[in-house]
């Protein structure tokens, strides 16, 4: 039997919370890989393509927000005026 892809595989086992893997499986359609999902995340997370925004505070978040929005919109005003609050 052909093998469908070149690249090598190895399987490995991690400990996850268990609420959180049966998160995943609901988000999951029948003809979708688990590995697949979870390799992507592995790969995006090594590319630094990721924001973590747990690990981020409030005023940082708005912070991105306030970068990726357009100075002459409305959410950038009320962007503005929440940094203003969190900044006190």
Do not use: C, W
């Not at 609420?19 to 090594?46: A, V």
């Amino acid at each position: 039997m052909k093998r469908r892809t070149n690249r090598r595989t190895a399987p490995v086992h991690v400990t996850i919370p268990v609420r959180l893997l049966e998160d995943l499986d609901e988000t999951l359609s029948f003809n979708q890989s688990r590995s697949r999902i979870i390799t992507k995340l592995i790969e995006n997370y090594l590319e630094g393509d990721q924001i973590h925004i747990g690990s981020m505070t409030k005023r940082q978040i708005v912070i991105n927000l306030i970068n990726q929005t357009d100075p002459e919109s409305s959410e950038y005003v009320l962007l503005t005026s929440l940094l203003q609050i969190l900044s006190k």
